[in-house]
T-cell receptor, first 116, second 113 residues
Framework: DTGVSQDPRHKITKRGQNVTFRCDPI?????LYWYRQTLGQGPEFLTY????????KSRLLSDRFSAERPKGSFSTLEIQRTEQGDSAMYLC??????????????FGAGTRLSVL | KNQVEQSPQSLIILEGKNCTLQ??????????LRWYKQDTGRGPVSLTI???SENTKSNGRYTATLDADTKQSSLHITASQLSDSASYIC????????????WGAGTKLIIKP
């Protein structure tokens, strides 16, 4: 499978616990994005990496959220001290710089987080 | 403020019928417009992408149009199939931005047999 993969697909946690999600992008893609999506809404941008550098973070990304892409390949998104409002689908996407203005993002299936 | 609005919010049609989904945007400066299909519980999948100079793009039974003057786009689905049931999201990319995509809320399409 050469698409974007995310793990786990589902995560149920209690309020206050920490969770970590992983994203493996398409192998030759140098850009990686994290989005959050709630029911009935389009994805909301959280952050993106170009290779291992985190170039932008949304104001949605509170201090409890941290993302890394240590070797420019896979990425992790950690949420500390989870709150019920963190319940959402977390989507990862990757793209290849150099494809011109189109910069098509390919999405993974997402990790659905439920905070009880 | 950069915004993308889609209509209708939801749509139910019978299998085999055609339908058209609408997207209006106020995004500046405009780079390109994309339509994504998102099945329930899955990530979005790109259907079409159009730059300023393109006013129509087809992908099988899906045809997207773009009117850059009125800032409107439509996605036409021909001879709908049960597998077309999904959310269809209009996304506009901002010029000179490395990442910023402005997402619509989507149209939820249900195809009934």
């Amino acid at each position: 499978d050469t698409g974007v993969s995310q793990d786990p697909r589902h995560k149920i946690t209690k309020r206050g616990q920490n969770v970590t999600f992983r994203c493996d992008p398409i192998s030759e893609h140098n850009r990686l994005y994290w989005y959050r999506q709630t029911l009935g809404q389009g994805p909301e941008f959280l952050t993106y990496f170009q290779n291992e550098a985190q170039l932008e973070k949304s104001r949605l990304l509170s201090d409890r959220f941290s993302a890394e892409r240590p070797k420019g390949s896979f990425s992790t998104l950690e949420i500390q001290r989870t709150e019920q409002g963190d319940s959402a689908m977390y989507l990862c996407a990757s793209s290849l710089l150099g494809q011109g203005a189109k910069n098509i993002q390919y999405f993974g299936a997402g990790t659905r987080l439920s905070v009880l | 403020k950069n915004q993308v609005e889609q209509s209708p919010q939801s749509l139910i049609i019978l299998e085999g019928k055609n339908c058209t989904l609408q997207c209006n945007y106020t995004v500046s400066p405009f780079s390109n417009l994309r339509w994504y299909k998102q099945d329930t519980g899955r990530g979005p999948v790109s259907l079409t992408i159009m730059t300023f100079s393109e006013n129509t793009k087809s992908n099988g039974r899906y045809t997207a149009t773009l009117d850059a003057d009125t800032k409107q786009s439509s996605l036409h689905i021909t001879a709908s199939q049960l597998s077309d049931s999904a959310s269809y999201i209009c996304v506009v990319s901002v010029m000179d931005s490395n990442y910023q995509l402005i997402w619509g809320a989507g149209t939820k399409l249900i195809i009934k047999p």
